[in-house]
């Protein structure tokens, strides 16, 4: 029987987040993953702390953005490789009103004084990009380069003796006392970071976790683009040579990992009311992101089997949002420490 103090189930970026901090505190573990439709592999990893619907301030934002890179330049060092990627944001205004508001919050607002530009002509440089009326630039932005990350860390796990490339089968556990027996593994805790796929696991299958289907395309256009995300109706990031990412469609109609037309249609028309210029689409996927009724993580004990623990609902910000919650979920598990009240499991503990 193999003993390990942690078994974590799901590779995406909060169960990989989740190992990277175990193996920093030497504590030991194990994955198991399957890699099967994981919607972090797919993911732009933009990291913004603003919202650009309202021009407002992501919760916690500079909190989560000092520790995005953090733990991801630990990752760099780890696997001796790039994956954080600066550069800025631009949202195409869509009328005199939204730049108007822009600006006030830029030169008023104190939490959005230090991530909002006053300069609204940056993409006024750039021919190809349709924006008569400006944009507004946000600072403290980019990306993670999340697709190559995940494979690259679940090789070193894979070289490393800490990767089980399964299916998680719940006919195989065992709870007894404060441990779990998976398989010929018994471990003190076991962590589900399944994402969606946590509706179906038996334990945790009441919790309000909505699946949202997003479509995604990489493109590639010869056009002179600037170094930045491009936010109109769709966004436009750069991935290098000439591609770009463009995305994504959220859908609660249809949860299913079925590349449509019709998303991919108007994925491309979005850009295109920007976009002076054709692109070609080179891929495009699909998949399904886990999103909680409030809006916020789910992180904690199952009320009943304390050995089963919860790392779930980063929805569309997980990014940013997994490292500062694995700070939380690891600071309660190691040190009995109060897990953040707005995204403690406890908040649904009556549907258990």
């Known amino acids: 029987m193999k003993k390990v103090e942690y078994i974590i189930v799901g590779q995406g970026v909060a169960g990989s987040c989740m190992a990277m901090k175990l193996l ?20 732009a990893g933009i990291f913004n702390p603003v919202v650009l619907k309202r021009f407002s301030l992501v919760w916690n934002a500079t909190h989560q953005i000092n ?60 021919s190809s990009i349709n924006n008569p009326i400006g944009s507004g630039e946000v600072l403290h932005t980019g990306r993670v380069d999340l697709t190559n990350l995940l494979a690259d860390f679940k090789n070193y796990l894979a070289e490393h003796n800490g990767l089980i490339d399964e299916t998680f089968n719940f006919d195989e556990l065992k709870l007894e006392d404060s441990k779990a027996t998976y398989k010929n593994i018994e471990a003190n805790k076991i962590i589900f ?20 289907k997003g479509e995604v395309l990489k493109v590639e256009t010869d056009v002179n683009l600037p170094d930045a995300v491009v936010k109109g ?57 886990p999103t909680v009724v409030d809006r916020r993580p789910i992180i904690g004990p199952h009320p009943i089997y304390e050995q089963l ?42 549907r258990f």
């Not at 600071?331 to 897990?339: E, G, R, S, T």
């Open 309 to 350: 623990i919860c790392l779930n609902g980063m929805g569309t910000r997980g990014t940013m949002l997994a490292p500062v919650m694995v700070d939380e979920l690891y600071n309660f598990l190691a040190h009995n420490q109060p897990i953040n009240k707005e995204a403690t499991i406890e908040r649904f503990y009556e």
């Open 193 to 212: 970071a399944e994402g969606y796929n946590i509706l179906n696991n038996p334990f945790f299958k009441n919790l309000p976790v909505i699946g949202v």
């Open 24 to 43: 920093q505190e030497k504590k030991s573990f194990v994955v198991i993953d399957h890699h099967f439709h994981n919607a972090s592999a797919i993911a």
């Open 67 to 126: 520790r995005l890179q953090e733990v991801f330049g630990e990752f760099e060092q780890l696997l001796n490789k790039k994956y954080i990627y600066n550069f800025p944001v631009y949202r195409i205004f869509n009328d005199e009103q939204e730049k108007k508001t822009w600006l006030k919050k830029a030169m008023t607002h104190p939490d959005l004084i230090d991530y909002l530009s006053t300069d609204t002509n940056q993409l006024n440089h750039y």
């Open 233 to 289: 109706k769709e966004f436009l990031m750069p991935l290098g040579n000439n591609q770009y990412f463009v995305g994504a469609t959220y859908d609660r109609d249809h949860v299913n990992y079925e590349k449509t037309e019709t998303a991919k249609y108007d994925l491309v028309n979005g850009v295109q009311q920007f976009l002076n210029d054709e692109i070609e689409v080179i891929e495009q996927h699909a998949s399904i992101r």
